[in-house]
Every structure is written in C-alpha cells, then in structure tokens.
T-cell receptor
Framework: EPEVTQTPSHQVTQMGQEVILRCVPISNHLYFYWYRQILGQKVEFLVSFYNNEISEKSEIFDDQFSVERPDGSNFTLKIRSTKLEDSAMYFC???????????FGSGTRLTVV | DQQVKQNSPSLSVQEGRISILNCDYTNSMFDYFLWYKKYPAEGPTFLISISSIKDKNEDGRFTVFLNKSAKHLSLHIVPSQPGDSAVYFCAASAGGAGSARQLTFGSGTQLTVLP
C-alpha cells in the first residue's frame, strides 16, 4: 500500500534555530498538507499546497513557516526560527482528491529546547 | 472555536459487541466527514467517510451515520475487536470539488476493546 514518508521521525533543536521537516507524498497525489498536534491537543491544520503554490493556510502558519516542493517528489516544511511552543508532532498528508481521504505520514516529533 | 466536538474522551467495549463513537459539528458549511484511527507514534489512518448528501455509509465492520439536522455523526464498529483499540478522530471539511480542503478535527475518543 502506498505510504507518505516523513523524515526525521524525531528532531531536537535549540530555540531560534531553523528546522526543515521532510515528506515524500504518494506519487500520484495532487494535494499536500501539513498538520500538527501539540501534546494533549487536537490535530490542527497548518497549510495546504496544490499546483505548486499554497492553497490555504491557518493562523498558525505565520511568516516563520514556509513550504516547498523542490523537486516534484519531496514536500518540506521549514520553520525559520523555532520557539518552545513549536514543539509538537508534525504530520504531512497527501490526497488524490478529497473524497478519497487523506493519507498521513507517521509524523516528525519536533522538540524545541 | 470547537467546530468539531467529540464529547467522550474514552470508551470501553467488550470484544464482539458494538462500539459507537459520536461526533458533533457546528459549521453548517461542512459537507464531507471522515473518521480516522490513530495508534501512538503513528499518523492518523483513514477509516471511512461520508458526504453530506448521504445519511449512511458502510465498509465492512464500519458504518458511519450522518444526521444533518442534528449536526451529528456516529461511527459504529460491529463486531469490535481488540485490534480496534486506538484513538478515533472525527474530521470535517468544506469547500469546492477541486479544492485542497483542510480537515477540522475533533479531540478524539480513546476506544478500548476488552477481550
């Protein structure tokens, strides 16, 4: 069964440092997403990406965040200057079309110290 | 702003019996609803979905019911198995047919199926 692959599975970074979270979506999917889940809280939408541009972004996705699909297979989330409150599980997801559901990766646990 | 609510944080059910997980929503623009299952240290796994034009969708042991007037949906699992023990999330989306729809998630219900 096709999978969404995320690397690394766990990243520890110092406050103020830049991090890049990587994702390889399913190859024939057209829509790409990042979500996050802070410990004990809901899964929250960050950003959606389609046709090489951001479709929609949440209030959380401020100027410190950016996404890129640099080579047609990878999909990255960059946090420019991490804060303690960015510590969370970050999930990448992709979909062929909304009616078929979204396939999530297993997540990257980001710990900002 | 809790547009999607799962009011029961946990549910325990005996193996072989029915599990019923509930979800309420407030945003009348939502027209597509999904259930996901999540194990610890894994991403959510898609289970079943329903469009707002239907009131029931079935896939094997899983059935989702939608009551639009009450803004309520439920997931029935029959018969429940110990491997079903996980956190179940309800999610909803709104938007156009070709759009990259964001999902709004509920807070999840921990289902425990007792052998």
């Amino acid at each position: 069964e096709p999978e969404v692959t995320q690397t690394p599975s766990h990243q520890v970074t110092q406050m103020g440092q830049e991090v890049i979270l990587r994702c390889v979506p399913i190859s024939n999917h057209l829509y790409f997403y990042w979500y996050r889940q802070i410990l004990g809280q809901k899964v929250e939408f960050l950003v959606s990406f389609y046709n090489n541009e951001i479709s929609e972004k949440s209030e959380i996705f401020d100027d410190q965040f950016s996404v890129e699909r640099p080579d047609g297979s990878n999909f990255t989330l960059k946090i420019r200057s991490t804060k303690l409150e960015d510590s969370a599980m970050y999930f990448c997801a992709s979909s062929e079309e909304y009616r078929y559901g979204y396939t999530f990766g297993s997540g990257t646990r980001l710990t900002v110290v | 702003d809790q547009q999607v609510k799962q009011n029961s944080p946990s549910l325990s059910v005996q193996e072989g019996r029915i599990s019923i997980l509930n979800c309420d929503y407030t945003n009348s623009m939502f027209d597509y609803f999904l259930w996901y299952k999540k194990y610890p240290a894994e991403g959510p796994t898609f289970l079943i979905s329903i469009s707002s034009i239907k009131d029931k969708n079935e896939d094997g042991r899983f059935t989702v019911f939608l009551n639009k007037s009450a803004k309520h949906l439920s997931l029935h699992i029959v018969p429940s198995q110990p491997g079903d023990s996980a956190v179940y999330f309800c999610a909803a989306s709104a938007g156009g047919a070709g759009s990259a729809r964001q999902l709004t998630f509920g807070s999840g219900t921990q289902l425990t199926v007792l052998p």
